[in-house]
């Protein structure tokens, strides 16, 4: 079913997703917020550049947006998949606790802050550009993959990257000798059991946006996770 979105609310067009198809194109997306929040068992492909908490609290839906997506993608999503086929902006899987999101191009700031996991469900965000400032953030948990692929030379991750990180891993498509990574985490060349779980994300990228594996895994990758469980002591009590 095709929905044109010019002119409507994000009311108006999640009330239209939530009728009985399930499988749904939206056109002429300018900045509509909460699209698709809180939505399972439908698939949503999004024309144009959605606002704000796209796939906010979702729970089981797929979403794809042919374009570019702007801040707080899949805020609080506990399961589903988000694809987006350009790039995304600040705060994406903010509190991400369950499904996947994949990213073609770059992401802003803060992306996977306050990512968590439990029991079964561990979240997977894939970026394939490079990521802004704070990247994981007071991660708790899931996986955070970077590929850097298209940087041209610059980092890969912007300044402060696993800032009260306690949890989770980060996974990043360089030997990252230019990133300064704060005390609390360990930051090392990935294992062959490394290299088995990367295949994995890599290969569901590529399959989704058409790259080619080989060139992808050939360039060296690192594993960032925590070596406390109290960061938070080292960060603000004094010794």
């Known amino acids: 079913m095709m929905i044109d979105a010019k002119g409507l609310s994000y ?12 499988e749904y194109t939206v056109r002429n997306c300018l900045g509509q917020r909460f699209i698709c929040a809180g939505m399972s068992d439908v698939s949503v492909t999004l024309e144009g550049v959605p606002g704000n908490a796209l796939g906010a609290y979702l729970n089981g839906a797929e979403i794809t947006v042919n374009g570019n997506a702007q801040d707080a993608v899949g805020d609080t999503m506990n399961d589903g998949r988000i694809v987006i ?3 995304v902006g600040d705060a994406v899987g903010y509190a991400m606790r369950g499904g996947s999101i994949y990213v073609k191009g770059d992401a802003g700031y803060r992306a996977g802050i306050h990512m968590k996991a439990y029991k079964e469900k561990i979240p997977v965000m894939v970026i394939g550009g490079k990521a802004g400032s704070f990247l994981g953030e007071y991660q708790a948990g899931g996986v955070i993959v970077v590929l850097g692929l298209g940087t041209n030379g610059k980092k890969i991750v912007g300044t402060f990257p696993c800032t009260g990180m306690h949890g989770g891993k980060l996974i990043l498509r360089s030997d990252c000798r230019d990133i300064a990574f704060p005390d609390q985490v360990t930051a090392r060349p990935a294992s062959d059991k490394d290299i088995t779980e990367i295949d994995r994300y890599v290969s569901e990228y590529c399959r989704l ?3 080619k594996k080989e060139e ?3 360039h060296p990758f690192t594993v960032v996770t925590p070596d406390s469980k109290n960061p938070y002591k080292q960060l603000y009590v004094a010794n």
């Open 11 to 22: 009311r108006d067009i999640n009330n239209k997703l939530r009728t009985a198809d399930k």
């Open 216 to 218: 992808i895994t050939a």
């Open 209 to 211: 946006f058409g790259e």
């Open 85 to 87: 086929r350009g790039s």
